[in-house]
C-alpha cells in the first residue's frame, strides 16, 4: 500500500470508528469495538489491544490476537516504557529492545500508544506486527489520532455514569 492508500485507509478509519463510539455507552464495548475495528484497518498486524493502568500493573484489556501476558508490572517492557515516558514508543525491532515482553514469540515491530483521561495515563493501545519496522511516522500520527477519539469518548461515557449515579 502506498502512502496516499495508507492515508486514505485511516480516514476512513477515523470515520468509521467516530461512528461506532459516538452511539456507544459502556466503556469495556467501546475498547473490544475499538481493538476489532483497529485490527481490521490497520492491514499485517498480529496483535491490536488495550493494557488499562491499575494502581502499578497493566491489566490485559479488550484485544484482537493471540493470548496474551497479564499483567504486566509497570517498569517492564514496551507498554511500560510508554507509560512512564508518556508517549508513544515505535519499535522497529522488537528483539533490540532491552525489556521487550515476547508475549508472540513471531512479533517483531510494535508501537504502543499512551491513553490519556483529564491528563492522566489511563492505559495505552499496544499494536504488534510479525513484519520488521512495520510501523511508521504516518501510522503513529494516525494512531494517535484514534487514540484521541477513544479517550474523547471513554470521557464522556464515565461523565454520563458521574451524572446518572447523582440523579
Ligand atoms: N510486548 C509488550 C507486551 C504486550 S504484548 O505485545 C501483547 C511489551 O513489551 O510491553
Known sequence: MNLINKKNNY????????????????????????????????????????????????????????VACNPIIVGSGVCSHSVLQKETIVVKDVHKFVGHIACDEQTNSEIVVPIFINNRIYGVLDIDSK???????????YLEQIVGIISSHIK????????????
Open 131 to 141: 513484519s520488521f519496522n512495520r510501523f511508521s511516522k504516518l501510522d503513529k500520527y
Open 11 to 66: 480516514l476512513n478509519l477515523i470515520t468509521n470508528i467516530e461512528n461506532l463510539l459516538n452511539q456507544e455507552q459502556y466503556e469495556l464495548s467501546l475498547l473490544a469495538n475499538a481493538a476489532s475495528l483497529i485490527k481490521e484497518y490497520v492491514l499485517n498486524t498480529n496483535w491490536v489491544g488495550f493494557y488499562l493502568l491499575k494502581d502499578n500493573l497493566l491489566i490485559l484489556g479488550p484485544f484482537q490476537g493471540r
Open 156 to 167: 464522556r461515557i464515565q461523565l454520563q455514569s458521574e451524572v446518572k449515579s447523582l440523579i
